[in-house]
């Protein structure tokens, strides 16, 4: 009698989740994300700090993401990325980035997207570091990557010029209301004028102190909002916040509704990401 006890009590905190060993842990509403600790990639040329992949498998995204750094005459060894294309935004530094027989050059805040399979390097052009953010859709794998001997015998896939988007403030312009301004830059929907071979959109904002987008959720869709500088508060209907600092991102799950606020005392800036992209019927507004 006494044994069957701690099993019933075993039992019924199984049921109610407490003792989950086996199962995946569920995604939070709003997650706050750190950069990975820094890996070397390609041989050491370049580090690598983790944002969305194998680093956080809580979070089921159809991307990956990382902040990639590259000192001053280093450069990526050419190499393709087979069935997948790559997002580079320039953080600081200039980055010389070979796109197949094409070579081009951004600076900070500028945009340019690789196509699949493109033979590819991305070199540290000027005299300070090149730092960037780099997005792979799908998500990045190992044997995606070729190089060496094998860059002959894949080839790319069906466009092989970049896409370029030279100033964040040339894209849409959504809103200056809140002191807020909202910019997309790539977006496969609303850009139908364009091939825009990815699934996701890409937006910029600028929050000025006491800036916020009110309440509002995004249907069926998820959002990644990166701050490249100053700080943003995510707050939530019930109560939830999370501050997210420069250099870190917050990761807002499908249909979930939020206010995003900047939290500095001066102008925050930061890119948005939502998979799949956005539309405005997508956005439902809550007061």
Not at 46 to 57: N, V
Not at 98 to 105: L, P, V, Y
Not at 171 to 190: F, H, R
Request: proline share 8%.
């Amino acid at each position: 009698m006494y044994r069957i006890v701690p099993l019933l009590f075993v039992c019924i905190l199984l049921s109610a989740g407490c003792l989950a060993a086996d199962e995946p842990r569920a995604e939070a509403a709003v997650s706050l994300i750190a950069p990975a600790a820094p890996i070397p990639i390609f041989d050491g040329r370049a580090t690598y700090f983790g944002i969305i992949g194998e680093e956080t498998p809580q979070i089921r995204a159809n991307y990956s993401m990382g902040c990639v750094s590259i000192a001053p005459g280093n450069a990526t060894p050419p190499h393709r990325l087979v069935g997948t294309t790559e997002l580079v935004y320039v953080l600081a530094g200039a980055a010389e980035v070979r796109c197949g027989n094409e070579t081009i050059t951004a600076g900070e805040g500028e945009t340019v997207l690789l196509p699949e399979g493109v033979l590819q390097s991305i070199a540290s052009a000027g005299d300070t570091e090149l730092r960037y953010i780099t997005v792979i859709q799908p998500p990045f794998t190992a044997g995606i990557e070729v190089s060496g001997d094998g860059l002959d015998v894949i080839s790319a896939g069906t466009g092989c010029a970049p896409l370029v988007v030279a100033d964040p403030r040339e894209g849409i312009e959504w809103s200056l209301e809140s002191g807020v301004a909202v910019y997309t830059l790539l977006n496969p929907v609303l850009m139908n004028e364009t091939v825009v071979p990815i699934g996701y959109s890409l937006a910029y904002a600028e929050l000025l102190p006491g800036g916020y987008l009110g309440y509002d959720g995004i249907n069926g869709s998820s959002d990644l909002l990166y701050v490249i500088e100053g700080e943003i508060e995510v707050v939530t209907p019930d109560g939830e916040s999370i501050r997210v600092p420069a250099g870190s991102a917050a990761y807002v799950l499908p249909d979930q509704v939020k206010e995003t606020r900047n939290g500095a005392d001066s102008t925050t800036r930061l890119l948005s990401f939502i998979d799949p992209a956005w539309t405005p019927e997508k956005t439902v507004l809550f007061e």
